[in-house]
Structure formats: C-alpha cells, structure tokens
C-alpha cells in the first residue's frame, strides 16, 4: 500500500462520501452549541451544532466544504461522539490528536480500538499540511461543546 | 530558444515522494534558485560581509560596492532610469505596503506640502482590480479606511481579463491612485497596461503596478510602462526569499513619506525631530537585506544573461502544452483563457470537478509532481470564477516538457483515483 | 570559557589591506556567521526550498518545518512562552516598527475595542531614553506626532547610564508606553531592565524592549525581564542579513492590529473587508525570509551550545583589556563608564582629541583593524557626551585578546600620525 | 608611500591645518549665495558662502566640522576658485570629480596641472566611503554658487 493509498483508505472515501451528521438541523435539546471553524490554508470551513443532553453527547450535526480528509473526519467523528459522555469525546480526541502526531503510525495500544473508524486517518499523520484538514471538525467539536456548555449553566441560572 | 537548465538549479536534482524525479510547477510560489545566485551569496558572506555605509574599513567598502552593484543589475532589468530608483524591500508585499503607508502618511499630513501630491481622503477613490493578489488589494482597503476614501475595482470577465470597459466609469476625477497587477497569479493573464496608464493620467491618478508575477517571466520596461511605481520580489525571479525591490520614479520616491524609521534613513536626528534622506535611503532604515540584495542582483544578472525575450518565449511554449493539455481532460476546468491565448503567462489554473483542490494536490504530489493549492492570496478572483479553491501549475525557465507532462498524465488520473463519475 | 572559535568563521580567515589579518571589531554593527549558519541556509536552499505553509507537496512541508523550527530555536533562546510568540521581521528596526505603527494604527481605531489598549492621543505621553539608537527613537517620535502624544526621555549621565531618578518624575499616569534599549551600542552600558519595568507597571504603560546589543552576547529571559516586547536582529547575533525578530506577548500580539497587509497574514478577504489571523501570522505579511530564518535558528542554536553565560564572559574579559587599555592612551577618551565595569558589554567607543573619526578609522583600516565610526545612529547620545562622532571597538564570540591589543596599539598610533600634539 | 600616506599627503595636512577661508564673515559683494550641506554618513557638516562679482567667484568663506580631508578639501577648494570665473571653477570640479573617481591614479593629462594642491588628494580616490568627505565643499560651492546667481537675478529684477 503506498503512502497515498495508506492515507486516503477507503473507510475514509465512503465517510466523504456518506457524510455522517451532515445538515445543520436545529436541536431540541437542553443545551445546543454551535461553533464555526475555519481552516485559513485553504479558506475550508465546518459549521458543527452540538446538542448535549447533561453530561452526554446527544446529536452532532454539521455543514461543510472541504477536502475529502476534513469531511470523512467529521462524518467518523460524528459517529464515534454522539450518544457518549464529554469525557470520552476527549479522551477520544486526545488519542486522535495523538494519532496524527504519530507519523503515520498506528499509537500501538488500545487507543487504537477506541479511534474505530477515526483510525484509519493514520495515514495523514505522514502529511503535516494535511493534519489540520483531519483536525478541523474536531476543533469545531470540542468548541462547540464549550458553549452548549455554557448555554447550559446560563440556561439552568436564568432558566 | 533557452537550453536545459535544469543542472543550474541545484534543487531540482533532488527525488522526492517514492524516489521519483521532481516535477517542480510551483514556481510562481517561490523559485528555485540557480548556482550563480547560491555561490553569489555565499562568497559575499565567506568574503566580504560588513556593514554597508557605515564602517571606514575594507569590508564596510566591499560590501557597499557589492550592494549598489546589486541595485544596478536590479534597476538594468527593469529598465529604472537609474539606480536610485530601485528601493529595497524585505518583499513585494513589503514593497506595496511602503507605497500605501507613505501615501496615509502623506495623507495624515507628513512631509508637508512636497508630499501633498499624495494626499487622499474623503471623496477621494482609490482603484484596485479583481485580479488583485492580496499583497495588492488589501494594503489600500486599509488606506481606504484609514483615508476616508472609497475603494472602487474593475471586474474580470469570465475568462479573467479586465473588463476594460469599466475603466472609463470606474476611474474617474475623483482618483488618486490606480493599483493594479501586471500579470495575474492565478489565470496568469497580462494586463493591458498601457489602458489603465492612459486612462489614470487623464484623471491625474498614480499608478502602482504589482509586477510580481512579471518581472520573473516577461520582459519588463518600467519607463515604457509609464507606469509610477512597480513592485516585485526576489525569490519568484529566482533570487533569494528575504528580499524585494520597489522601483519608483525618483521625483515621487524623493516625496512619498517614509512609514518605517530608524537608522541610515535620516539626515539629522534630535530628540524633537527628524530629517529624511532622499530616495532611496530614507525607506531603508536599519541594517538592509544585504546578502540577499546581492542575490537578486545575481539573479537579475542570469535572467538578463538568458534574455528576457527567450525567457518569455519558453514559458509561453510550456504553457500552451499544459493549458492545451488541460482541456482534453474530462472534468477538468481550465481557470481564465483557454488554449494558445497570446496574453497569457506560464501558469495553468484548475478546477477539477469532485475533487477538492487539497486532493488534488496530495495525488500530484505522490507523483512527483509539486503545485500549489488553495486560493493563491486571490480570494476575490476565486469568488469571481464561483470556486473556493483551485489546483495551479507554474513555470520558469528551467521548467520542461516532461514536467508539462507529468502534470497533465498526473491530472487525469485524479477524478479516478477519487471515484468520481466521469 | 569559550575556545578558540575564528575557525568557525570562513570570513575572518582572509586577508585585508596590505595582506594584513583581519582584526574584525565591528561586530556591534553586523557580525560574522559561522559555518553552521552559512551551511544551514545553502542546504535549505539547495534541497528543501519550497512554499512556506502554503504548497501541498513535499518540498513545501519541508520547507515549512524548517522555518517553524527554526522559530522554535530562537523562542528558546530568549526563553520566549511559546514559539507563537516570536514574529519574524526584516530586521530589529522592522520590529520596533511593528509595535510603534500597531500602536499607531489602534490609536486611529483599528481592532476595535480588542485593541484599546494600545490607544494613544494627547494628554498620553511615550517614554524612550537619551541612549536610544534611532530605530527606538523615530518610531516613537513619529507615533507621537501621529497621535499628538507627547515624546518625553530619561537622561543619562556622564557615563551614559540612565539617570533613574527620573523614571519616577518623567514616566506617570499619562505614560502609555516606555521604550528602552537593553545595551547601549554607544557605551555598552547595560539597561536596568528591572527599575524601568517596575514603574512602567505602576503606572499601566506598555514596555518595549530594544534587545539588539543585548540577545547576541548576553542571557536574555524575556519572561524574567517582564517587559511586553522585544527586538533583535539577525545580523548581529551571527545569523544573516534579512531578518529580525520581534518577541512579545502572545496576549498582546494578538490583539496588536498589523501595520503590513498582504498575503498569510488574513482570515478571509472580499474586495469591502478583510479578517486577521492570530500572531504571529497576522503580522507575517507576504512571503516571509525563510532561508533567513532558517539562519538565524541556525546561529541561536550555535549560541545555545556555546552557552550564553560563556559568551558574555568572553567578551567582557575583551572588552576589559580594551576598556583599560584605551585609559591608558593619552589623549583618548573613553564614552562611558571607564575601567572594569560590571555592567558593561564587551564594546568600546572612544573619541581621539583633536582627530576626527573618519581619520582615527582609516588609519586602523590600514593596520587590518576593521572598527565603526560615526554616530553609530545614536547622534542624542553623542550630543550628550559633546561629540558629533566617535571610534567603536566592538566584540563577539570570535573576538580575541590580539584583537584587542591590535586596537590599542593602532588608537595609540594615531595621534602621532596626525601630528597632534602630545 | 603605503596607501595611507598616499592618502595623506603633506599638502593635506597643511591645508587641514591652515584652512582657507575659514570664517563665515559678512560679504559685501553684488551676489552672494550660502549652502549648508551634511555627509549623513558621519554628521559632518560645512556652511559655504560665496559672493560673486559678475561671473567671478570673488570670495569664498566657510565653517565647518569634519575629517581632514573634508577640512582640507575646502580649504584647497578656497585656494583654487577665488577670483576665477564660475566656468574656470566648474571645469576644476569636474576635474576634482574625475580624479576621485580614478581609484587613486593621477588623471594623466593637463587637468592634473588644473588641479593644484587638490591633485593631493589623488589617494583618497582608493577609499570610496571617503570620497564623499573630499566632495563636501564642492557640493557646497557650487550649490552656494546657483544661489548667489539666483540672488543676483533677484537683485537685479527687484533692485
Ligand atoms: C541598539 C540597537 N538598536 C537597533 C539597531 C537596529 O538594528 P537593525 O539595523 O538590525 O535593524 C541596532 C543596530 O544597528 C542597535 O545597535
Ligand atoms: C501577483 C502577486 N502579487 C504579490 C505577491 C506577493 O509577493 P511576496 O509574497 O513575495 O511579497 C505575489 C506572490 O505571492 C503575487 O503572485
């Protein structure tokens, strides 16, 4: 397997194809965030709406141009997020974020099952200018989180 | 006709990706620099390193030689109509930038009534075009702001030449300043200059000529132009990164207002007041890019050497085989004229539908083959041509038929490798 | 203790008026660069130059690494927070520039209610020191002219230290910025760092520290300093010619509005509005010095290894050879504290009664002693002292005791060439 | 002679001594002009006046700060162009001109007679950063010169 096919796998071309979560419906849950992100190498850019319902990651939902990397990542991360806690999403964060500091190496340990699909991004971590496309939807992710979360405290203070 | 020069360039002897040869089209980024420039450098600081126009020793004398020599091979290429003329800049963005900053300075009322000439405000206009890189647009949105003035632009067409037809309505009494680019970094198309002069001097309007992507490739007469002032940089004409050159006519450069200051630019200092140089010492504060001066003069050496008209000639010919190669690819949108057009640089601009840019580059690049992606610092032109990212091949001289074609067999092989229907 | 390091310097090896051997003292004004730096740029060069940040293919990856690396060296050089927080610039008066027009810029509103912290106007005062080289002198005078901010200064005395019984009188509350230098290129007296940024804090002003004398040869610990910006070059700290640094607080950076607009530097751009990026790239307009850059992490690695505390003892055991050698010479005077002082960097500057400068230089020129005359852009401090010009000695890690002792027995040979009366 | 000494010939000295002219006195003359110039490099300086009586150059007076071969420059300057016409005065400068532009070579033809002690300063021609020390008066002479002219024009219009 090249470095090329290594990296765009075809776990990674059927998510930028079906691109989970895609669509930026409203949430009707108790705390909804919402973050823009752009990446200004390229002007690519993810609108990524959360919904959290206490301390579980409920709904994703996202709209987006970009290349097939950024797109596949947060269809996989949609995947892998929604219907868990905060604190695994970024414990699975952190091992992503791990993995593509990695070389192009797999992390050798069990963050590798908890990545599932998010795995098969192993390949960009040989691509340095191609890290922050897999990153993208996390960034917007995890700031999205923040503000549902502080929606939620100002909505349960003022609510 | 130029020969193969590749062994001039140390760079491109190297493999990249999987061993292969490399493909270099991303010139119009940054080129690579040719032995004579490397070694010209490297002996000036083996030899002659001191500081310039300052010290009283051997050194300091060799090293002023070794830079005013430079600014002659500059200003010989340009054709300035002297030296004095070339100002330099650490790039062409810098370059831009000091015209813009000294008319706001002129503006705000710096060098009295000799610099009124470039005073703008409100009810002023200042008129830039759609094809602007960045480095020439937003530095006067800024002035604009800063001014009062409002800023107007002459739109393209579909296949991105200026609609000339605008300039009537769109420049008009009410202009100071005409900022456009000699030849565009992404559809490559070379601006009728001496429409925009023309005009410009019936409203009275400087003019300020982006020549980055000219001066490297085409023959550039700055006084043939008619233009007022011109601004490059030195590694895209083969020289070193570092550097850039401003060139002006004396009798404005001698009045725009400086807008960065410090050491070797003034006359007489106190600690209530300053007194400037004339051009161009008083834009060249503190310790100048001295080296890297000597670098683009050696680079203004190899292409005078090469000729500008052979130089021209060549790149003209790679672009035909890409532009015309291009076409034939199914999926594959061709950004400004298609085919021979006559106006046109060596730059092939594109498009593939399905596949982002960033894709499209990564499968190029396994293949040897390096461009650029993304928007190339012209978000408006993109805008223009309803895309948010395009895939760009660039020449020079050392560029060859067989890069041509690695781009093209590369290109064709994208939409596939991505699944796309055809 | 440093060893014997000419050898890592191929210019210092050649011959120069008269077959002579070089006696380099002009360090002050630009140094010499090691192999280590020479080699790093002509590698870069020659096999990885590509587009910073902006290609997709290898060589730009390459090319990326190397310069982002190369922050990361010269961060840790000054022990900057975080690599983020050093901008790259054209040289330290580049740098200065920077702040000064930012500054400017937010006073005429740019940035928005982000940036107020920077607002300066009448009523407000700028705070520099009568030691100042020009490029922390004209910055500020400008700015203040700009804003209608006053332009006020700390003496020195005598010697040429900072009379700091004035921080507490002439910086107050409407003080909004104090801009010191770190070493005096005049005196080599060294700055009390720590009393100008305690009562710049007392009052809420902004410090801006001119570390071009002082990076290169002594410790430097941003963050112990306490000040809020910081300016070196390139040139003198053994790196090349073409690039500076600016350090400053990454919360401060951030919000400081650019004052070069160009290509990099932006979020997004339409024809009406553009949005910045963060630093340091908000500042890093156009294409940057890479190779340059590349150098100067280069040479802050090669000081780094040396040991900054090595280096500055080498050249104050120079500068005390000198120092006392010159105070034994009739009819040369000393500018600055005499003898063995603690808190001087390894220069000397004389004057020579009854010669000018320019004579004193040549005839140390013809005896292979390269040294600076002049005003070494510092005229208010000359002024100070009575003189217009003087002769400058000044030291680096190649400098050796012969050097020294060659400078003394040329200074002492001059009065006599002039015919001066004993 | 090392170069040196080539450059610093006795005459020079003496005239660095001496200098001609020295004393910004009054001149009671039909048209004088005043020029105030700078060499930037170093802050050296010098206010030259001249006072014509038709198209001769009938006094030169100045003050001045500087190198000895800026002091001297003018002094020999001084020597040589009072009393003779303003053309005499503009051929010895670019007689002067040429010299320094010789690398330190005597010009070879009957201008070298032209020039009088300033042929002295034949040496400096090897040292360009103090070429411009030696030009100093001159630009101030023939600068003071075009005022003095205007200033006669002047006078004669108005007077
Ligand atoms: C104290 C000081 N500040 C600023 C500068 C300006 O540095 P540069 O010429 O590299 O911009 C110098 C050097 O000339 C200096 O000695
Ligand atoms: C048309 C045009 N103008 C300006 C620039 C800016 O040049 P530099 O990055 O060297 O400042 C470029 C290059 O990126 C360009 O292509």
Redesign the pocket.
């Known amino acids: 397997m090249s470095s090329l096919e290594q990296m765009y796998q075809q776990v990674i071309m059927d998510h930028a194809k079906s691109r989970h979560g895609a669509g930026l419906v409203q949430l009707d849950l108790p705390a909804v965030g919402e973050s823009h992100q752009v990446n200004t190498t390229c002007g690519d850019e993810v609108t990524l709406r959360v919904g959290l319902d206490g301390d579980t990651v409920s709904s994703v939902r996202w709209e987006g141009q970009g290349c097939s990397i950024s797109q596949a990542s947060i269809s996989a991360l949609t995947e892998l997020v929604e219907g868990h806690s905060i604190e695994e999403s970024e414990e699975v964060y952190e091992a992503f974020r791990a993995l593509m500091g990695n070389r192009g190496e797999d992390l050798g340990d069990d963050r590798d099952d908890m990545l599932g699909d998010a795995g098969a991004f192993v390949g960009v971590g040989k691509y340095p200018a191609r890290i922050k496309c897999a990153l993208l939807g996390w960034m917007a992710l995890r700031d999205a989180i923040a503000h549902a979360q502080a929606a939620g405290v100002e909505g349960e203070t003022h609510g | 006709m130029l020969p193969d020069l590749r062994d001039d360039f140390p760079l491109l002897a190297r493999s990249v990706r999987n061993g292969k040869s490399l493909a270099y089209l991303d010139s119009?980024?940054?080129a690579q620099r040719p032995h004579a420039v490397l070694n010209a450098m490297d002996e000036f600081d083996r030899l002659h390193n001191g500081a310039v126009a300052r010290g009283a020793h051997l050194l300091a004398e060799e090293a002023t030689e070794a830079f005013e020599g430079a600014r002659g091979s500059v200003a010989r290429l340009v054709n300035a109509a002297s030296p004095e003329e070339i100002v330099w800049t650490?790039?062409?963005?810098?370059?831009?930038n000091l015209v813009a900053n000294g008319i706001g300075n002129a503006s705000a009322g710096q060098g009295g009534a000799a610099s009124s000439l470039f005073r703008v405000g409100p009810g002023d206009s200042i008129v830039v075009t759609q094809a602007?890189?960045?480095?020439?647009l937003i530095p006067w949105q800024q002035l604009a702001a800063r001014t009062g003035a409002t800023l107007r632009w002459i739109e393209v067409d579909d296949l991105g030449r200026h609609r000339l037809e605008q300039l009537g309505s769109v420049i008009d009494e009410t202009t100071k300043v005409v900022a456009f680019?000699?030849?565009?970094?992404v559809t490559g198309v070379v601006s009728d200059v001496a429409a925009f002069v023309a005009r410009a001097r019936e409203v009275g309007a400087l003019t300020v000529l982006?020549a980055?992507?000219s001066v490297p490739h085409i023959p550039v007469d700055v006084q043939a132009l008619g233009v007022d002032f011109a601004?490059?940089?030195?590694?895209?004409m083969l020289g070193p990164?570092g550097i850039?050159a401003l060139w002006g006519r004396k009798s404005l450069l001698d009045v725009l207002p400086p807008s960065v200051f410090g050491g070797g630019a003034i006359m007489t200092v106190t600690l209530e007041e300053t007194t400037w140089h004339p051009a161009p010492t008083r834009f060249e504060a503190g310790t100048q890019p001295v080296t890297q001066a000597v670098g683009m003069g050696a680079a203004a050496e190899y292409l005078m050497a090469l000729g500008m008209e052979d130089v021209a000639e060549h790149e003209r010919r790679i672009a035909r085989i890409i532009r015309e190669g291009v076409s034939e690819i199914p999926g594959v949108r061709l950004l400004g004229p298609v085919g021979d057009a006559h106006d046109v640089l060596g730059i092939a601009t594109v498009a593939v539908d399905g596949v982002h840019t960033h894709d499209v580059g990564q499968v190029l690049d396994d293949l040897g083959v390096a461009v650029r992606v993304g928007h190339?610092?012209?978000q408006p032109l993109h805008k223009r041509f309803g895309v948010t990212g395009s895939t760009r091949a660039s020449a020079h001289v050392y560029t060859t038929e067989e890069d041509a074609e690695r781009f093209l067999a590369g290109l064709a092989s994208v939409r596939e490798f991505f699944g796309v229907p055809a």
Chains 1, 4 share one sequence.
């Open positions: 119009g980024a940054t650490s790039n062409a963005t810098a370059a831009l602007e890189h960045h480095a020439n680019t000699h030849a565009s970094n982006d980055c992507q601004a490059f940089s030195g590694h895209k990164t850039g190339h610092c012209a």
